[in-house]
């Protein structure tokens, strides 16, 4: 039994250079001197008789021959987890997102998985079903819903899977969308947006808690004072009652002088009770005075950051339409560019022509200026021509 086999079950937990797990183990050939036949543990061994596939051993030790018998594959039965990052999926308003999603799954029938699709076909095919699940998935929602398919929001992704791998004895447990990102752009100004509902909120919120805590001192207030109110009407009439008890036991005199205390009494309740309404009244005004003060500041700061969010936005849009009219002018330049090379390259050929037939000019003049040769025959009535006619063409 080779080293693969005896450490089946850790050579599977080991990841490759780029974090792949291997699947399916193939173990060397057995000697041929070997009659027992060991199959492991915590794997599911595929063996073969005589090269063909004969089924799934139990784990235990068979009496085979090495000429004959051995292990073929050695597939994992541990459950696995498939990260499969997705870039650039349009949701429903046309925005780019990338997602990235985690499948585990287990190999349930070893036997078909090896004889139906194998790890590399699996990988791929597994690659190409995730990418259009999450693709479908993140077209059904916008932008600002993206972010609600993190978790466990992909079990459609995870129903296709499993009726895609039905009969490749694969069996997927759990399809989880673990991030979402959108483009930074977009990002940052969503994020900004949500900061400015927020401060907003806050405002708004702390604006209710201060109206409420100014009208319930003021309703305290008022309670108070008419607690004192009551309580000088009590001292009043009990003043009141007292002198009509003097006015009973005294004479004429005494009622007078209850008569005039009664009527101080009352001019002094009339008083308390004008200065506690003058007092209430100033209370009640000043309220609204702080309340307006205080609606007006927020409204002010409001209107700040909408006028700054506008600003942006135009800038953003000038600076867009700025880079889109200089594409446009780069384009035209590089088609005129072309256009004046093609011409240029017309002119060229003119050029080369002009100087090649210069050149024949040129050797013919020195021809017979200083060549020494017998001009007869048809080569001496060609060169003869050539030289009158300015050219070495027949």
């Not at 870039?87 to 998985?113: E, G, M, Q, W």
């Not at 919120?205 to 805590?213: A, D, G, I």
């Not at 009439?237 to 101080?264: A, D």
């Not at 308390?272 to 205080?294: D, G, H, P, S, W």
Request: charged share 25%.
């Amino acid at each position: 039994m080779n080293d693969l086999i005896k450490g089946g079950i850790s050579e599977f937990s080991k990841k490759g250079p780029n974090g792949e797990i291997p699947l399916v183990i193939c173990p060397s050939q057995r000697s041929p001197y070997s009659m027992l036949l060991t199959v492991p543990t915590g794997m599911s061994c595929i063996v073969q008789h005589f090269g063909q596939n004969v089924g799934v051993y139990d784990p235990g030790l068979y009496f085979k021959s090495g000429l004959f018998w051995r292990i073929a594959y050695v597939v994992t039965q541990q459950s696995c987890t498939y990260d499969a990052p997705v870039a650039y999926c349009p949701t429903a308003d046309n925005v780019r997102v990338s997602v990235d999603i985690v499948v585990v799954f287990k190999i349930s029938d070893a036997l078909k998985f090896v004889e139906k699709i194998g790890p590399t076909n699996f990988d791929d095919l597994l690659t190409a079903t995730v990418d259009e699940g999450i693709r479908m998935l993140v077209r059904g929602v916008d932008h600002l819903s993206v972010y609600t398919l993190r978790g466990d929001q992909a079990q459609e992704t995870l129903r296709v899977l499993n009726k895609t791998f039905e009969d490749c004895g694969v069996l997927f447990q759990d399809c989880m969308v673990t991030g979402v990102w959108l483009p930074d752009n977009l990002s940052s100004c969503l994020e900004g947006t949500t900061k400015v509902d927020k401060a907003m909120t806050r405002l708004t919120r702390q604006n209710e808690y201060e109206t409420l805590q100014i009208k319930q001192e003021s309703e305290m207030t008022i309670e108070e004072l008419k607690r004192k109110v009551e309580q000088t009407v009590v001292m009043e009439n009990g003043r009141k009652r007292r002198t009509e008890l003097e006015f009973e036991q005294r004479s004429v005199k005494t009622e007078e002088e209850g008569r005039i205390n009664l009527i101080k009494a009352e001019q002094k309740a009339a008083v308390a009770i004008m200065q506690t309404q003058a007092a209430l009244n100033r209370k009640k005004t000043e309220l609204e005075t702080y309340r307006i003060k205080e609606l007006a500041t927020a409204n002010a700061a409001h209107v700040t950051a909408q006028i700054e969010a506008d600003e942006m936005q135009e800038v953003m849009i000038a600076n867009a339409e700025a880079a889109e009219q200089q594409m446009k002018c780069d384009s035209q330049a590089t088609k005129h560019e072309a256009q004046a090379e093609k011409i240029a390259t017309k002119c060229l050929v003119a050029k080369r022509r002009h100087e090649l037939e210069l050149r024949e000019k040129s050797i013919l003049a020195m021809l017979a200026e200083t060549g020494h040769f017998n001009l007869v025959g048809t080569s001496g009535d060609r060169i003869i021509n050539s030289m009158l006619t300015g050219s070495l063409k027949r």
